[in-house]
C-alpha cells in the first residue's frame, strides 16, 4: 500500500505545478495534491506521461460555441517529471512537458516545443494518527517559467502562455483506516507580465500601445475523494479555476493570452502498481470540463508511468 | 502549533508579496506638450484636398485686443482658470499632447475594436454590417484594412484642410493668444507666437467629429464627449479665449461636411458587391484559363469589400488606378507558380523563432488597427521626435494616408482583377502562421500598404528614409515567412506601393511644403 500511495502522491503533485495553456489542458492540470502522503527520505520517483486534450465547442466570453475554421482542437503533451524525498516533511519536485497541437480545420498551423518548466517544493508541518484515520496539512511553493522561446500570442495554437509563475497552495487531507479519503486544496498562481513581438493590441474594451500584457493572478481549487488500498486508488476530483481579470474573447474574435479564463472541470483518475514490479505504477486519468469562459470545452485523457529507486536512506 | 502559524504566516506574506509587485503597464506614446520647432506661418497658402481652397468657408473677423467685447473674454477666461476641476486639468494634461495625434490614437483604438468579421447566419450566408444599424450585430463598420484605410484618410485629409484654412485665418486676422496680450494670463500649456483666431483646437475638433460621425456611426457618445474636451482644453488652459474656439469649432464643422459629402459619393458604400459580382469575378478567372481564387473559410465568406478597387482615390484618377495594376501573377499551372508554392510550404515548414517574430509584428490582423494603422503608429513616433507643429502634423498624417488608402484602392483593384489563389488553396497542406485573409493573394495588401507608406514618410523625414524602406521589406517579407503570400505577391505588391506612394509625395510636393 504504501508504495501505491507514494506513486499516487508523486504523479499528483507533479501534474498540480503543470500549467498549461488556455484552451489548451485547461491550464491547471485536474490532478492535484490529492493526499498527504510524502515521498520518504531519499526516494526518487522519475515519472513519465502522455496527456490528449481536445475541444471542439469553446465559450467566447459565456457564449458557447463551435468554430468551423479550427474544428477539433487538440493539445498534446509527453511530460517528464521526477520527485526527491528530502526528509518524511520536505520533497522537491520538477517537471517538464513537450507539447504539441493542432487544429483538425482551417489553415492555421499547429504549434510544438518544450514548454515551461515547473519547480515545487512540498512541505508537511502536520501530520496527526488517530484511533481512526490520519489527518494531513501541507503547504506548497512552486516556480514556474518557459524553457523554449514559443509564442503565447497565437492562442489557440500556442502551447503556453509565457508567463513565469509563482504558486502557493494550502492542502488538507484526510484519510480514514479504511481507505477512504478526501482533499481540498486551494491555490493561488502569481503570474509575470508577458511580452508580444506586436506594439500594441486590442483585450478587455481597450486599445494598449505596448508589447507588454499584465497577466491576471488565478486562484486554483480542488477537491478529491476516493478510496485507497494496497494495489489501487480509485477517486473523482474536482477542479475550479478561475483569473482573477482579464477580458472576454469578443464576438469572433481570437482568444488572448490575458483573456480571464475559468472553468469547472470534473474528473476520475486510477492508479495502479502490478504484482511482482517493484517500484513500477501506472495511473489513468481523464475528465471533462464543465462549464467555463473564454476557454475550449476539453475532455482530457492522461496516462502516467512511473518508477520508484531509493538514493538514500533505509 | 507554531510550525502552523510560522507556515501561515509564510504563506500570506508570499500572497502580499505577490500581489504587491508592480504590474501597471505603460502605453508608448506618452504625449507631452511642447513647443514646435516652427510655427508655419505660410501654412495658410497650402493646396486643400477637399476644399476648392483655404478661403472657401469664411468666418467672421474677431474682436479687436481693444475692444470690450475682447477684454470681457479675458475676464471670463480668468474665471474659469481659477475653477479648474481635476477632470480639466486631466483633459488639459491629455490634450496638450497634440489633438491631432490624440485624434489618430482614438482613430486607430476605434479600428481595432470594429475590426471583427461577421459571424455566419445559420444558413451559411454573412450578415452585412448596416450603417444605418451600427449597434446592431453585425457592428458597423468592419474596420478592416480597405476600411481602415479609408476611415484615417479621410479624418487625415479632412484635418488637414481645415487647419490650412485655420492657418490662413490665424495670420489674416492676427490676433494674438490671450497670454500675450494680458500678462496676467499665465497659459497651463507652452504658448507659441501662432495667432490664436480662430483655435486650432476647436477647427480639429470640429472636423474631426462630423468625420468620424460618418464613419464610426456606433461611437457618436463618445467621439461627442471627446471632441467637447479636445476644443475646451483650449479654453481651459488659457491658450484661447471662448470666440477662438467658438470660430474654429465652426470653422471645422463646415469644412466636414465637405469631406463627408466626397464620402457618400466615392464609390465606398457599393465596396462590399453583391452575390453576382462575387460570381463573375470567378467566372472572369475561369475564362482566362486560370483557378479562381475560394475563400478558405468555412462557410466560405465573400471576399472583402471586392469593389474597393472602384473606390475614387486621393492622388490617382480611376484610369490610372487601372494603369497601374501589375503583370499578371504566374499562371496557377505554371512552373514558376510551382516553384513559388514550394518555397511558401517550406517557410511554412520551417519556421524559427526570428521569422515568427516578424510575422507577428506585421501580422495586424483582427483586432488590430490594420497595416495603415500601423504606419500611422510608427509616423506617430517620427513626428514626436520632430516636434511638428499642428498643421505640419496634419499634413504628414494627410499624405500618409492619401498615399495608403491609394494603396488599397490600387491593390483591391489588382486582386479582384486576377483573382488569384492564395498558397494554402494550391496546397491545402501549407499550414499558416498567421490567419489567412479572405480575399485574394496577388498582390499583398501589407506589401503595397508598405511601400507606399515607407515612401511618404521618407519624403517627410528623409533621415529615416533607409530605415523607412526596410521596414517595409521585412512587412513584405513577413507575408511570405507567415505562408499566406507567394514572393510575387509580395515583391510587386512593395513595388506597386513604392509607385502609389511617389503621388503621394507629389501630391504633398505641389501642395507646398
Redesign the interface.
Known amino acids: 500500500m504504501k508504495n501505491t500511495v507514494k506513486i499516487k502522491t508523486i504523479f499528483s503533485f507533479l501534474f498540480s505545478l503543470l500549467f498549461l495553456t488556455f484552451f489548451s489542458n485547461g491550464s491547471l492540470r485536474a490532478q492535484t495534491f490529492t493526499d498527504g502522503q510524502m515521498m520518504g527520505r531519499g526516494l526518487f520517483c522519475g515519472g513519465l506521461s502522455y496527456t490528449y486534450d481536445s475541444w471542439k465547442n469553446y465559450w467566447e466570453g459565456s457564449l458557447k460555441r463551435e468554430n468551423?475554421?479550427l474544428g477539433t482542437v487538440s493539445n498534446q503533451n509527453i511530460t517528464v517529471m521526477g520527485a526527491l524525498g528530502i526528509n518524511k516533511k520536505i520533497n522537491v519536485m520538477f517537471m517538464l512537458p513537450y507539447v504539441w497541437t493542432k487544429a483538425s480545420?482551417?489553415?492555421?498551423?499547429?504549434m510544438s516545443g518544450i514548454q515551461d518548466l515547473s519547480i515545487g517544493v512540498k512541505?508537511r508541518?502536520?501530520d496527526l494518527k488517530s484511533e481512526i484515520g490520519r489527518f494531513n496539512?501541507m503547504?506548497v511553493?512552486a516556480f514556474s517559467a518557459p524553457l523554449s522561446?514559443y509564442?503565447a500570442?497565437?492562442l489557440p495554437m500556442s502551447i503556453g502562455l509565457e508567463a513565469k509563475t509563482?504558486q502557493?497552495r494550502?492542502i488538507a487531507h484526510y484519510r480514514f483506516k479504511n481507505g477512504i479519503f478526501a482533499t481540498a486544496q486551494g491555490g493561488?498562481v502569481?503570474r509575470?507580465?508577458i511580452l508580444?513581438?506586436?506594439?500594441?493590441?486590442?483585450t478587455d474594451?481597450?486599445?494598449?500601445?505596448?508589447n507588454?500584457?499584465?497577466?491576471p493572478?488565478v486562484a486554483h481549487f480542488t477537491a478529491r475523494a476516493g478510496y485507497m488500498q494496497e494495489r489501487m486508488i480509485l477517486e473523482a476530483f474536482f477542479e475550479q479555476m478561475n483569473t482573477l481579470g482579464g477580458g472576454d474573447i469578443?464576438?469572433?474574435?481570437?482568444p488572448f493570452a490575458s483573456n480571464m479564463m475559468n472553468f469547472s472541470r470534473l474528473g476520475m483518475m486510477a492508479t495502479y502498481r502490478p504484482k511482482g514490479y517493484k517500484g513500477f505504477g501506472f495511473s489513468l486519468s481523464g475528465s471533462t470540463v464543465l462549464s467555463g469562459k473564454n476557454v475550449g470545452q476539453s475532455t482530457s485523457v492522461t496516462a502516467t508511468l512511473l518508477y520508484i529507486i531509493r538514493g538514500w536512506g533505509e | 502549533m507554531k510550525?502552523?502559524k510560522?507556515?501561515i504566516s509564510?504563506?500570506i506574506f508570499?500572497?502580499l508579496f505577490?500581489?504587491s509587485?508592480d504590474?501597471?503597464?505603460?502605453?508608448?506614446?506618452e504625449l507631452t506638450a511642447f513647443l514646435p520647432a516652427s510655427i508655419d506661418a505660410q501654412a495658410g497658402k497650402w493646396k486643400t484636398a477637399v476644399l476648392a481652397n483655404a478661403t472657401e468657408i469664411s468666418i467672421p473677423e474677431p474682436a479687436s485686443v481693444q475692444s470690450a467685447e475682447y477684454k470681457n473674454e479675458l475676464a471670463q477666461l480668468k474665471t474659469s482658470m481659477s475653477q479648474l476641476t481635476d477632470k480639466q486639468k486631466e483633459a488639459i494634461n491629455y490634450w496638450s499632447g497634440g489633438v491631432t495625434l490624440r485624434w489618430n490614437?482614438i482613430m486607430?483604438?476605434l479600428v481595432?475594436?470594429y475590426n471583427?468579421?461577421?459571424?455566419a447566419n445559420e444558413d451559411g450566408t454573412y450578415p452585412i454590417p448596416s450603417a444605418a444599424n451600427p449597434l446592431a450585430?453585425p457592428l458597423f463598420p468592419f474596420a478592416n484594412p480597405p476600411y481602415a484605410s479609408r476611415a484615417y484618410a479621410y479624418v487625415s485629409i479632412a484635418q488637414y484642410d481645415a487647419l490650412v484654412a485655420a492657418w490662413n485665418y490665424k495670420f489674416k486676422f492676427n490676433r494674438p493668444a490671450p497670454s500675450k496680450t494680458d500678462n496676467s494670463i499665465q497659459a497651463l500649456v507652452p504658448v507659441s507666437d501662432l495667432p490664436s483666431y480662430p483655435s486650432e483646437d476647436a477647427v480639429i475638433a470640429g472636423v474631426t467629429l462630423e468625420v468620424m460621425k460618418l464613419l464610426f456611426p456606433g461611437e457618436i457618445d463618445f467621439l461627442t464627449q471627446k471632441a467637447e474636451e479636445c476644443k475646451n482644453y483650449a479654453l481651459w488652459a488659457g491658450k484661447n479665449v471662448q470666440s477662438d474656439i467658438n470660430a474654429g469649432e465652426a470653422l471645422g464643422k463646415a469644412i466636414a461636411l465637405k469631406a463627408v459629402a466626397r464620402a457618400r459619393t466615392d464609390g465606398a458604400g457599393q465596396a462590399v458587391g453583391n452575390p453576382e459580382l462575387w460570381k463573375s469575378l470567378e467566372t472572369k478567372a475561369i475564362e482566362r484559363g486560370e483557378m479562381p481564387w475560394k475563400s478558405?473559410?468555412?462557410?466560405a465568406r465573400p471576399p472583402m469589400l471586392p469593389n474597393f478597387g472602384k473606390v475614387k482615390a486621393w492622388t490617382l484618377s480611376a484610369e490610372e488606378v487601372v494603369k497601374l495594376r501589375p503583370e499578371p501573377p504566374p499562371a496557377t499551372n505554371s512552373e514558376k507558380m510551382k516553384t513559388e508554392l514550394a518555397e511558401v510550404k517550406w517557410y511554412?515548414e520551417n519556421?524559427n523563432?526570428e521569422r515568427?517574430?516578424i510575422v507577428?509584428?506585421w501580422?495586424?490582423g483582427?483586432?488590430?488597427?490594420t497595416p495603415p494603422g500601423?504606419w500611422n503608429?510608427i509616423a506617430t513616433e517620427l513626428i514626436v521626435k520632430a516636434k511638428m507643429s499642428e498643421i505640419r502634423i496634419a499634413r504628414t498624417f494627410a499624405l500618409l494616408n492619401m498615399g495608403l488608402m491609394d494603396a488599397a484602392v490600387c491593390c483591391w483593384e489588382t486582386k479582384m482583377h486576377y483573382f488569384n489563389p492564395r498558397p494554402?488553396q494550391l496546397d491545402p497542406s501549407?499550414?499558416?502562421?498567421?490567419?489567412?485573409p479572405n480575399f485574394p493573394a496577388y498582390t499583398s495588401g501589407h506589401s503595397t500598404f508598405s511601400g507606399s507608406a515607407a515612401t511618404v514618410l521618407a519624403y517627410i523625414f528623409p533621415n529615416e528614409g533607409a530605415n523607412l524602406q526596410k521596414m517595409a521589406d521585412e512587412a513584405s517579407s513577413s507575408r511570405l515567412y507567415g505562408?499566406i503570400h507567394y514572393r510575387s505577391d509580395c515583391e510587386i505588391g512593395l513595388r506597386c506601393g513604392r509607385i502609389i506612394g511617389d503621388y503621394a509625395v507629389k501630391w504633398g510636393r505641389q501642395a507646398g511644403e
Open positions: 468551423l475554421n480545420a482551417g489553415t492555421l498551423a499547429g512541505y508541518p502536520i496539512f503547504v511553493g522561446g509564442t500570442d497565437f509563482l502557493g494550502l493561488y502569481w509575470s507580465n508580444l513581438d506586436r506594439t500594441s493590441y486590442y474594451g481597450q486599445q494598449f500601445r505596448t507588454e500584457v499584465q497577466m493572478h469578443r464576438r469572433n474574435d481570437m | 510550525t502552523i510560522f507556515n509564510l504563506f508570499f500572497l505577490s500581489t509587485c504590474k501597471s503597464i505603460t502605453n508608448k506614446e490614437q486607430r483604438e481595432a475594436k471583427l468579421p461577421p459571424v450585430y478558405l473559410e468555412t462557410p511554412a519556421l523563432s515568427l517574430k507577428h509584428f501580422a495586424d483582427v483586432s488590430t488597427y500601423h503608429a494554402s501549407i499550414k499558416t502562421i498567421t490567419g489567412v505562408a
